[in-house]
């Protein structure tokens, strides 16, 4: 399977049809990035229970003949300010577990699905030659790119003048192919890829 390069006329790179030419699974993606995304969650909510809460212990009233139903103490969660009966922790843990192989299927079905729809660039290589936003900018519309676009580099291709060049804008984000995470490939309405970051998505899905 070929890949066309982005403005270049018949320059292609070879890639492995399993992890950029396979059928989309959207019940496997879907699973993934909720899971991703409980994963990120943390737990920041504190809510009381009935024996925290501040009440008195005294029985409202008594056991029989109000005609009200019987009712032991405040702290009842019935109980307009009472305590919760299921009450949420900070050490909550909401995370999901994920399986290699399940995770690797679903990232080369995105992959995938972003070369059948025509939202994935492949280019020989992005440097900027000084940390300037607008200079990064031009080259951007240069490309074509103007929307919503995230660039993936290889490791060694994540200079110090791509990060502070970038990081200005906020629709686009630059980050190596470890960090290419299943949110950000199907938020982003162009993922632009270099030849480098094309062979390390290869070896981590292969």
């Not at 990232?107 to 660039?121: G, N, P, Q, T, Y």
Request: net charge positive.
């Amino acid at each position: 399977m070929e890949l066309n390069f982005l403005n270049e006329q018949g320059k292609t790179v070879d890639v492995n049809e399993a992890v950029f030419g396979r059928e989309y699974n959207e019940a496997l993606v879907h699973q993934i990035v909720v899971a991703f995304q409980a994963n990120a969650r943390l737990g920041t909510r504190a809510q009381l229970t009935r024996e925290a809460v501040h009440h008195s212990t005294k029985k409202p009233w008594r056991q029989k003949g109000t005609g009200r139903a019987r009712s032991g103490m405040t702290s009842s969660p019935v109980w307009r300010g009472g305590g919760r009966a299921f009450p949420n922790s900070p050490d909550e843990n909401f995370s999901q577990k994920v399986n290699k192989k399940m995770y690797r299927a679903a990232m080369a079905s995105i992959w995938s699905k972003l070369v059948a729809d025509e939202r994935l660039c492949v280019v020989e290589s992005f440097a900027v030659e000084s940390p300037k936003t607008k200079a990064f900018a031009t080259q951007l519309k240069t490309m074509g790119l103007q929307n919503k676009v995230l660039l993936v580099v290889g490791a060694e291709e994540l200079t110090d003048n791509l990060i502070l060049a970038s990081r200005n804008m906020k629709d686009v984000l630059v980050v190596p192919t470890r960090y290419a995470d299943p949110l950000c490939l199907l938020y982003f309405d162009k993922v632009v890829v270099t030849k480098a970051a094309v062979s390390e998505i290869e070896e981590m899905l292969a």
